[in-house]
């Protein structure tokens, strides 16, 4: 079985010819990785980045992770896998359980929205697992390049109310996007992991 891809312009390729770029199942785990670890930093014992620093860049991480997901990764899994359109969409609704608890996140919160990464790492995880039995290396490759670009252009807060599936998402998720890293620009609001390695502006 193959998975369904948008199209791509022609490129004179033939039919041995590899995309370049990182697989999907490997770009979405490592980011899981990261996500997990940047919560048990915010968590654990030890030195914590300030809650000024490390909330905005755990929010906008998840934020550009969960639209990124939700453009290409479960489309894909619920296309290749039909048996999977339960998990698909529960997967879909513990999303928007997150964005929901994001918005306005404080330390009081953060609990909560660390069990939530905790059961969406596990569930989308098991997702990626599944969408690896059937796909091939080359349809892992296309979409992890489409994921990476969606997620430059993804929003950087919670946005709970926008559309979860294709191709409204592919519209409204870019749209929306432009508008947050103006505000963040504006602002100064940290938003990337490289972010809390560096000392604050002063």
Do not use: C
Not at 156 to 178: I, M, S
Not at 185 to 195: E, I, K, M, W
């Amino acid at each position: 079985m193959t998975v369904p891809l948008p199209p791509l312009p022609p490129a004179g390729e033939d039919e041995g010819f590899r995309p370049g770029g990182r697989s999907i199942a490997d770009i979405v785990d490592a980011e899981h990785r990261q996500l997990r670890e940047l919560v048990l930093r915010l968590t654990g014992p030890g030195p914590q980045p300030a809650p000024a620093r490390g909330l905005p860049v755990l929010t906008a991480a998840l934020s550009r992770h969960l639209s990124a997901e939700e453009q290409y990764l479960l489309p894909a899994v619920r296309s290749a896998r039909p048996d999977t359109a339960d998990r698909v969409d529960r997967a879909l609704a513990a999303d928007r359980a997150l964005l929901s608890a994001l918005q306005g996140l404080t330390d009081d919160g953060l609990a909560d929205v660390a069990a939530l990464v905790h059961r969406h790492v596990e569930e989308a995880g098991a997702l990626v697992a599944a969408l690896r039995e059937v796909a091939s290396a080359e349809e892992l490759i296309r979409l992890g390049n489409r994921l990476e670009i969606a997620e430059e252009a993804a929003p950087t807060r919670p946005h709970p109310g926008t559309p979860t599936t294709p191709p409204w998402n592919r519209v409204v998720e870019p749209a929306v996007g432009v508008v947050d890293k103006v505000r963040d620009a504006v602002t100064g609001r940290p938003t990337y992991l490289a972010d809390l390695t560096e000392p604050p502006p002063g």
